[in-house]
């Protein structure tokens, strides 16, 4: 879990960990196995977002992810087009009960059974 007031680098460090982690790269000094990982991000304005990731992959030397992919999924919240799939359905989700909201959860790793979901930040989630 990762915690700390908005504007302190929470999002660029999930976006950071998220590449490592799609493409099996060492991050901090540890070795990551390469897998799913499941962005859901409730805060970020999305162009931002996106911006930052392209940004991280020229640092890194990695393609961009295609976004979704059986490996990963993006839900940005704040993507104000709300062209993308992942983002109605975030909106959908958001607009039940918790419980419906923990089966999404439980639906999101039943499919990528060794994903990792980064939710940023959790309280409006729960």
């Not at 999930?14 to 099996?24: K, N, Q, S, T, V």
């Not at 940005?76 to 958001?94: F, R």
Request: glycine residues 6%.
């Amino acid at each position: 879990m990762f915690a700390g007031r908005f504007g302190r680098g929470k999002t660029p460090m999930l976006i950071d960990l998220m590449l490592h982690r799609l493409y099996g790269l060492p991050w901090c000094g540890r070795k990551i196995r390469q897998g799913p990982f499941v962005t859901i991000d409730l805060e970020s304005n999305a162009p931002k977002y996106k911006n930052n990731v392209i940004t991280m992959c020229e640092r890194l030397g990695v393609p961009l992810p295609d976004m979704p992919t059986k490996i990963h999924e993006a839900y940005l919240y704040l993507d104000t087009k709300k062209t993308q799939a992942t983002t109605a359905k975030l909106h959908a989700v958001l607009a039940e009960s918790p419980k419906a909201r923990f089966q999404w959860l439980f639906e999101i790793l039943t499919a990528k059974p060794n994903a990792i979901i980064a939710i940023d930040p959790a309280e409006p989630m729960f």
